[in-house]
Nanobody, 120 residues
Framework: QVQLVESGGGLVQPGGSLRLSCAAS????????MGWYRQAPGKQRDLVAT???????NYADSVKGRFTISRDNAKNTVYLQMNSLKPEDTAVYYC??????????????WGQGTQVTVSS
């Protein structure tokens, strides 16, 4: 059982910054991928960024150069630093934790989501 608690969302003006945090608790395995996804009203849930336990990262093209994902393995926490925010970044942002087992496949968990609104 894994629980994910997100924080840091809010309302910002275009060009502003926010830092999201997600703390994982429960049965956490060292080898995992954590990441952020977002979903706007009427849209599908899309990948924003992921980071493996090794530190290897992956970003959506729309956020490259503006967002930075990082993690603190000792705290089982993942962060998303969002700079130069645009109105199109407005969405509910969801934290994700994923582990892969050779025998049984992949298990994934989601946080409750945190609202990010970019508006003047």
């Amino acid at each position: 059982q894994v629980q994910l608690v997100e924080s840091g969302g809010g309302l910002v003006q275009p060009g502003g910054s926010l830092r999201l945090s997600c703390a994982a608790s429960g049965s956490i395995f060292s080898l995992n991928t954590m990441g952020w996804y977002r979903q706007a009203p009427g849209k599908q849930r899309d990948l924003v960024a992921t980071i493996k336990d090794s530190g290897n990262t992956n970003y959506a093209d729309s956020v490259k150069g503006r967002f930075t994902i990082s993690r603190d393995n000792a705290k089982n926490t993942v962060y998303l630093q969002m700079n130069s925010l645009k109105p199109e970044d407005t969405a509910v942002y969801y934290c994700n934790y994923r582990v892969r087992f050779i025998a049984t496949g992949t298990q994934g968990y989601w946080g409750q989501g945190t609202q990010v609104t970019v508006s003047s």
